[in-house]
């Protein structure tokens, strides 16, 4: 069974740059798994930042890109803000399914 | 104004049953693949479900296969998940999401919560 596989946790300085990754246990991402990308902050629903790989949703901050890097899906947030601190989850289309990575806790100090 | 407005969570014994509804409003609800998704406390979110805009089509995760049935009534233009054998593990927030063509989720409703206990 493949497994989508995300950092468990991230720290990043205001106003730094940070890249999380989108991976697969067996295999490499690539355009074709349409990765997107979602922020939810405890409480809270999930919401939509990044799908088709690169397109921000609207209303999302141009801060956020998405990418593939090397095997990897990735989300970088440059020049990160307090309110940044959040889980976020990437997912991959596998055409009967869409399966989420495990997340990743982003905390901004 | 995209609303998924999620209802019909609450608690329910092992092995009983619940149907959830999801009533959107602000978008054409019959042009849209709609899915559910869960969230286990403390956990991360899963993809249970998804159907396609007819209805016709379905898919489900294999943690829920042969429980869980997705479904809509485009002309109430209300999202339905039936649950049936529930477990402790079910418990969960359970989210409605809109999705952005075939590939993401694109808007989420606010989740119900389920709970799972004797």
């Known amino acids: 069974q493949t497994v989508v596989t995300q950092e468990p946790s991230f720290s990043v300085s205001p106003g730094g740059t940070v890249t999380l990754t989108c991976g697969l246990t067996s295999g490499s991402v690539s355009s074709s798994h349409h990765p997107s990308w979602y922020q939810q902050t405890p409480g809270q629903a999930p919401r939509t930042l990044i799908f088709n790989t690169n397109i921000r949703s609207s209303g999302v901050p141009d801060r956020f890109s998405g990418s593939i890097l090397g095997n990897k899906a990735a989300l970088t947030i440059t020049g990160a803000q307090a309110d940044d601190e959040s889980d976020y989850y990437c997912?991959?289309?596998?055409?009967?399914?869409?399966?989420f990575g495990g997340g990743t806790k982003l905390t901004v100090l | 104004e995209v609303q998924l407005l999620e209802s019909g969570g609450g608690l329910v014994q092992p092995g009983g049953s619940l149907r959830l509804s999801c009533v959107a409003t602000g978008f054409t609800f019959s042009h849209y693949t709609m899915r559910w998704v869960r969230q286990a406390p403390g956990k991360g979110l899963e993809w249970l479900s998804a159907?396609?805009?007819?209805?016709?089509?379905?898919y489900h995760a294999d943690s829920v296969k042969g429980r869980f049935t997705i479904s809509r009534d485009n002309s109430k233009n209300t999202l339905y998940l039936q649950m049936n054998s529930l477990r402790a593990e079910d418990t969960a927030v359970y989210y409605c999401?809109?999705?952005?063509?075939?590939?993401?989720?694109?808007?989420w409703g606010q989740g119900t919560q389920v709970t799972v206990s004797s």
């Open positions: 997912v991959l289309y596998m055409v009967t399914a869409m399966v």
């Open positions: 159907v396609d805009l007819s209805g016709s089509l379905t």
């Open positions: 999401s809109k999705g952005g063509g075939l590939h993401y989720f694109d808007y």
